[in-house]
């Protein structure tokens, strides 16, 4: 019984819908500095926003690469039919505040093992 409610509330890969987006906007990214460091050429960052129709609404989604992107330019996707702002062609780590939260967690994370570390007698410096 158990079994058959968590498998209810699963949502298969398949249940999700095709359809095309269309890139309205292609925007480099600034590095700040020149795109050369002591590691080599970094080529630049560009975010790509598309959209694309479900329900008789209107979604955007972004995501990056290191190449410009045309404008107009079609491609598949498909999206969630119970929460149509979901879909594949979306980078997920795109949206600022979840690199944000994941950055810190990782200082965090090492502060602390460093504080726990530290109170070790093989930890001294």
Not at 88 to 97: A, M, P, Q
């Given at each position: 019984m158990l079994g058959m409610t968590v498998s209810s509330t699963v949502q298969r890969a398949d249940d999700w819908?095709?359809?095309r987006a269309t890139i309205i906007a292609c925007e480099q990214r600034l590095l700040g500095q020149e795109n050369l460091t002591n590691e080599g050429y970094i080529p630049p960052e560009y975010v790509v926003t598309f959209s694309y129709s479900a329900d008789g609404q209107t979604f955007k989604g972004t995501y990056r690469t290191n190449s410009p992107q045309e404008c107009g330019h079609d491609f598949e996707i498909l999206y969630d039919p119970k929460h149509p702002h979901k879909?594949?062609?979306?980078?997920?780590?795109?949206?600022?505040?979840?690199?944000?939260?994941?950055?810190?967690l990782g200082v965090i994370t090492v502060l602390v093992a460093i504080w726990f570390w530290g109170k070790e007698d093989w930890f001294q410096w």
């Open positions: 819908v095709s359809t879909n594949t062609g979306s980078d997920v780590l795109n949206k600022r505040w979840v690199r944000m939260i994941a950055a810190a």
